[in-house]
């Protein structure tokens, strides 16, 4: 059974930067074709795609938060960690981390039950 | 990038069938995924590959994608069906995630 959980501060400063934190179990990210992927969801607003870490180490990142966000692996500790530099108020939101299915064009078909990161001083 | 355009709200009375399209440049030729994500709830893959369902997900969903429109089906639909629905699919171009922007199911 996948599983998928995220943890980290519940609020940040503006500026500071922000290091979350997916915990998961029931695979392996050394598994080929297998993906972790972060996603945010402002409060009342839709999906947004941040990250994705695949088996390999190879990394893609949203083309509008790339300067800000790097997203690396544990494959020990079965852990992806997300940063994100200079954060902003309108960076408040619900982050998941999320299982990218192991085919060629992937999917996230386990979500963690995301947490919700506050921005303000 | 690619864009994907959802109607923000659908509204359906109980035991019709609801359809939410998703809309993008020739999206015919990709691969659709469907969430339904209920309030307060993390999302959940309810259509993945254009058409196939998850183990747990109930026939009454469906999904159909050609030219420039995807589209969910929910038929039979009930109060538990009440949700914001998100399409996604992968832009091959970038390798890059891309999701809609949502629609919101309300059951009558």
């Known amino acids: 059974q996948i599983t998928l959980k995220e943890s980290g501060p519940t609020l940040v400063k503006p500026t500071q930067t922000l290091t979350l934190t997916c915990t998961f179990s029931?695979?392996?990210?050394?598994?080929?074709?297998?993906?972790v992927g972060w996603i945010r969801q402002p409060p009342g607003k839709a999906l947004e795609w941040l990250a994705l870490i695949y088996w390999n180490d190879d990394k893609r990142y949203s083309p509008s938060l790339k300067s800000r966000l790097t997203i690396t692996k544990d494959t020990s500790k079965n852990q992806v960690v997300l940063t994100m530099t200079n954060m902003d108020p309108v960076d408040t939101a619900t982050y998941y981390c999320?299982?990218?299915?192991?085919?060629?064009?992937?999917?996230?078909?386990?979500w963690g039950q995301g947490t919700l990161v506050t921005v303000s001083s | 990038s690619y864009v994907l355009t959802q109607p923000p709200s659908v509204s359906v009375a109980p035991g019709k069938t609801a359809r939410i399209t998703c809309g993008g440049n020739n999206i015919g030729s990709k691969s659709v995924h469907w969430y339904q994500q209920k309030p307060g709830q993390a999302p959940v893959l309810v259509i993945y590959f254009d058409s196939d369902r998850p183990s747990g997900i109930p026939e009454r969903f469906s999904g159909s994608n050609s030219g420039n429109t995807a589209t969910l089906t929910i038929s039979r639909v009930e109060a538990g069906d009440e949700a914001d629905y998100y399409c996604?699919?992968?832009?091959?171009?970038?390798?890059?995630?891309?999701f809609g922007g949502g629609t919101k199911l309300t059951v009558l």
């Open positions: 999320a299982h990218r299915r192991a085919t060629t064009i992937g999917f996230f078909d386990f």
């Open positions: 029931g695979f392996s990210l050394s598994t080929s074709g297998v993906g």
């Open positions: 996604q699919v992968w832009d091959n171009s970038s390798d890059h995630q891309v």
